[in-house]
């Protein structure tokens, strides 16, 4: 068999987190099985479908390099064939054109449950001759007798008697086709072979199997996947943080460590190693995924992103820097972006994320004269500035400008004058940071560069 998934969203919103990992597993699953990974775009709610929630979802998978196969399915383009199917159960005795009106189908939904049994439509076996200009929608011809049996790959088997299930509406009155309708019709002509969701559609695949069986389709293997909840169990939700897969890109996560946390949020290979989603194929498999919900744990993802950070291209974080900066209108001059390209393969090994980067590279990046906050105006005060004047002198002489070299020397300086070097730090601080956070002086000295630091001390005196 020829694996083929698909990640089918509705556009009512941003791609949520829950759907990434869906989509990034449909993804996995598709390549460990050298198979084909699809998209459709579920728009039949014409309501509440937007182009701009359409366009979150695409720009949202394509930030985490989930590329789909082929081109992207539009199920509403796609309602004629629905149509055409249901008309077809209809000449097969799998379906039939209920005319109950809504008060009629609500009197008998009232006395179905009453029962303890699914609604069953009097229209199901013949009701009488409708007027010819009466309204109708298709039914499903629900089984009465039996159970329908999933055999879900995650979930196990999930039985549901058949007398539980509805005789559903499959096309509407004005003709428009259900979720229900559409998706089976849409998952057979697309050839998927594995429907990977959330466990919340856990319900609808007892209701989708009939209807599969009413046209003579071999129903696709389910997987349904367990929810992710918050840190404190519960379902997420606005109280939780961010949830929209943009927010997450904003806040400054790199998307291979979005891969990385998401793919282990539900799916255990057996090991605790942090992998890219290419590394994890060949391991993935739907039964190494748990039943259980899932937790958000921000101080994992926190630390998954800074392993990723720490081996990511030193140009590329940049450029994000540089992004993030021109979002709030502050760009960086060319020096300044020189200043962090060459900070940057010491910085990135101590962020968590972009934002952490920008901040630890703050100092690099003050214009001169820098201004000076509070205490580093008062730590430049008594006999700090002629300290630093001589201090200078011997920073200019230096041959080799390094971490190492430059803390030696900061060291031999403050042995020449008598004091300890907790008598110069703080000065020399200020005068290269203005008070802003920044790593031992040497490496500091060193990440400025010969000409900025010395030409931020002399701004001082």
């Known amino acids: 068999m020829s694996v083929v ?6 556009p ?28 459709r775009i579920e728009d039949t709610d ?16 394509a930030w985490l390099e989930l590329q789909h196969d082929g081109g992207v399915v539009y199920q509403f383009s796609r309602a004629d064939r629905h149509r ?10 799998t379906a039939f054109r209920c005319y109950c009106t809504p008060d009629e189908i609500e009197t008998q939904r009232q006395q179905a449950h009453a029962e303890g049994r699914a609604l069953r439509s009097p229209w199901r076996d013949g009701g009488g001759a409708p007027t010819s200009a009466a309204s109708f929608v298709i039914r499903l011809r629900a089984p009465d007798v039996g159970a329908i049996v999933n055999h879900d790959l995650i979930q196990g088997d999930v039985q549901i008697q058949a007398r539980d299930i ?11 086709p259900t979720y229900m309708m559409s998706v089976v019709v849409d998952d057979h002509d697309m050839g998927v072979t594995h429907v990977i969701r959330g466990d919340d559609h856990l319900t609808n695949a007892a209701r989708q199997i009939p209807i599969y069986h009413a046209m003579g389709w071999d129903p696709p293997l389910f997987a349904h996947l367990p929810l992710i909840h918050g840190e404190d169990g519960k379902k997420l939700s606005k109280r939780h943080g961010a949830q929209a897969v943009h927010e997450w890109r904003d806040m400054g996560y790199l998307p291979e460590a979005m891969n990385s946390y998401l793919m282990r949020l539900g799916w255990s290979p057996g090991h605790d190693h942090i992998l890219t989603k290419e590394e994890a194929v060949s391991q993935f498999g739907l039964e190494q995924i748990g039943r259980a919900a899932s937790r958000l744990d921000f101080k994992k993802l926190d630390s998954v992103n800074a392993h990723f950070m720490a081996v990511a291209d030193d140009e590329r974080l940049v450029a994000m820097v540089a992004a993030h900066l021109d979002a709030t209108n502050q760009p960086l001059s060319q020096p300044m ?17 972009i934002p952490d980067l920008l901040e630890q590279a703050r100092f690099l990046l003050l214009a001169r004269p820098i201004a000076l906050g509070d205490s580093a105006r008062a730590a430049l005060g008594g006999e700090t500035r002629p300290l630093l004047a001589r201090l200078r002198n011997h920073l200019t002489d230096q041959a080799t400008w390094t971490h190492d070299a430059l803390t030696t020397t900061l060291k031999a300086f403050a042995a ?5 070097l907790g008598q110069i730090g703080p000065g020399l601080r200020a005068a290269l940071t203005g008070g802003a956070p920044a790593p031992d ?7 400025l560069g010969r000409e900025e630091a010395l030409a931020r001390i002399s701004d001082q005196l």
């Open 416 to 420: 020449s004058e008598g004091v300890g």
């Open 337 to 353: 972006r020189e200043r962090l390209a060459a900070a940057a393969p010491m910085l990135k090994k101590r962020a968590k994320t």
């Open 441 to 447: 002086l040497g490496l500091a000295l060193q990440m």
């Open 84 to 93: 055409d199917i249901a008309d077809a159960m209809v000449a097969r005795g």
């Open 46 to 61: 014409r309501a509440r479908s937007t182009p701009e929630a359409i366009d979150a979802i695409l720009d949202g998978l």
């Open 166 to 176: 509805d005789d559903l509406v499959l096309l509407r009155a004005d003709a428009t």
């Open 12 to 39: 009512t919103g941003y791609l949520h987190i829950g759907g990434a990992r869906t989509a990034l597993f449909n993804w996995l699953f598709a390549r460990k099985m050298n198979g084909r990974y699809m998209l």
């Open 5 to 10: 998934t698909r990640f089918a969203p509705s």
